[in-house]
């Protein structure tokens, strides 16, 4: 079973909205994690949210996390076209006393329309 | 440029073929992960490197070898695949003895089986 699940699957959005993506997980963990994905090419760091972390900002992204509901939101405020990627959540499982790996979920396709 | 670069971008091959994906970080970084990616599916976590050492197998068939020479390069080994071996194979490297959790990924090999 997998440990990290998107939802939606799939949102479409006019630019300067916002847009909410959620993220469901099985077990505990160390961090979370969301990555952007452009088509065919390699994931991209967003932030990074610690499990004693509730909320974090960086630009125009906004992650909470609920460890007690094992769920994660992404929220992209005023959505630019150049927006239009997969996000995917990523929970860092401890290890040792460490985050020794990451596990992804299915992601969210998000397109912008201009 | 995320620093890590993979080679080939593309690879189309028989399944009696073999044939190896390069992956190269210049981040000093010095643990390294090969992730498949297939259409409608989560990353899957295939190996994890630290300090050259494999201290992962996700029960990867054998058919794919990975090697680890230094910290830099990671290689796949690949021989005698299936169609359903077709995917994007990501390489993606981090920094472990920081405080810095965050994976830098390579653009992909995208290959396909026939």
């Known amino acids: 079973s997998q440990q990290g699940e998107e939802d939606p699957q799939a949102l479409s959005i006019q630019e300067g909205e916002n847009a909410t993506m959620n993220c469901s997980y099985k077990t505990s963990i160390n961090n979370l994690q969301w990555y952007r994905q452009n088509s065919g090419r390699g994931l991209v760091h967003l932030i990074l949210?610690?499990?004693?972390?509730r909320e974090k900002h960086s630009g125009r992204l906004r992650v909470t996390l609920d460890t007690s509901k094992k769920s994660s939101s992404l929220l992209i405020t005023a959505s630019r076209a150049a927006d239009t990627a997969s996000y995917f959540c990523a929970t860092g499982l401890l290890s040792g006393g460490a985050t020794n790996k990451l596990i992804f979920g299915t992601g969210t396709l998000l397109a912008v329309q201009p | 440029e995320t620093g890590v670069t993979q080679t080939p971008r593309h690879l189309v091959m028989g399944m009696t073929n073999k044939k190896s994906l390069k992956c190269e970080q210049h981040?000093?970084?010095?643990?390294m992960y090969w992730y498949k990616q297939s259409a409608k599916k989560p990353l899957e976590l295939m190996f994890v490197y630290n300090f050259k050492e494999q201290t992962e197998n996700n029960s990867v068939p054998s058919r794919f070898s990975p090697e680890c020479p230094n910290s830099s390069h990671l290689f796949l080994h690949l021989h005698t695949l299936q169609p359903e071996d077709s995917a994007l194979y990501l390489c993606?490297?981090?920094?472990?003895?920081?405080?810095?959790?965050?994976?830098?990924f390579g653009s992909g090999t995208q290959l396909s089986v026939l």
């Open positions: 949210i610690r499990s004693n972390e």
């Open positions: 981040l000093g970084h010095n643990a």
């Open positions: 993606a490297s981090r920094d472990i003895s920081g405080s810095n959790e965050k994976l830098f």
